[in-house]
């Protein structure tokens, strides 16, 4: 077996308010095995911590059996991402949503950890827009690994 498949993945998400259980569910699908990647291998989903109620992640985690992973803008903003973003910077309070909740989901961090601590887990994929016809929303998958 490849040893990418032997890691635990966790899919960072941004999301637009709204964004159905199906447009990300879908952005998953995609991304995964573009990048040699399977769903079995997902250990939870990850995001900023005001999209705790976002009904389509809920869904999506209640369907699949997913863990969800919060944090704070705090949290995010002290992750040094290879993408940031002014717009989320500005919208949310951090400049990553997607990356910055993958790397410190799969690194097991805690507030009560030292945030400056050596994040040794690596974006397996870096952030991707995704978007559906016929549906409202946008969602921004990254993915990290254990």
Not at 101 to 115: K, Q
Not at 124 to 142: D, H, M, N, W, Y
Request: glycine residues 6%; proline residues 4%.
């Amino acid at each position: 077996m490849d040893t990418v498949q032997k890691l635990k993945l966790w899919v960072g998400i941004g999301c637009q308010k709204g964004s159905s259980q199906n447009l990300i569910a879908t952005a998953i699908k995609k991304i995964l095995p573009e990048n040699q990647l399977q769903e079995n291998a997902i250990a939870g989903l990850a995001t900023i911590e005001t999209k705790a109620t976002e009904v389509g992640l809920i869904e999506l985690c209640r369907l699949r059996s997913f863990t969800l992973k919060t944090f704070s803008p705090d949290v995010l903003s002290t992750v040094i991402i290879p993408n940031p973003s002014n717009i989320a910077q500005r919208i949310v309070g951090t400049s990553s949503v997607a990356e910055a909740s993958a790397i410190l989901a799969a690194s097991h961090l805690t507030p009560s950890l030292t945030i400056n601590q050596d994040l040794r887990t690596k974006l397996l994929i870096p952030k991707r827009i995704f978007r559906l016809q016929g549906e409202s929303g946008a969602v921004t998958l990254a993915v990290a690994a254990e």
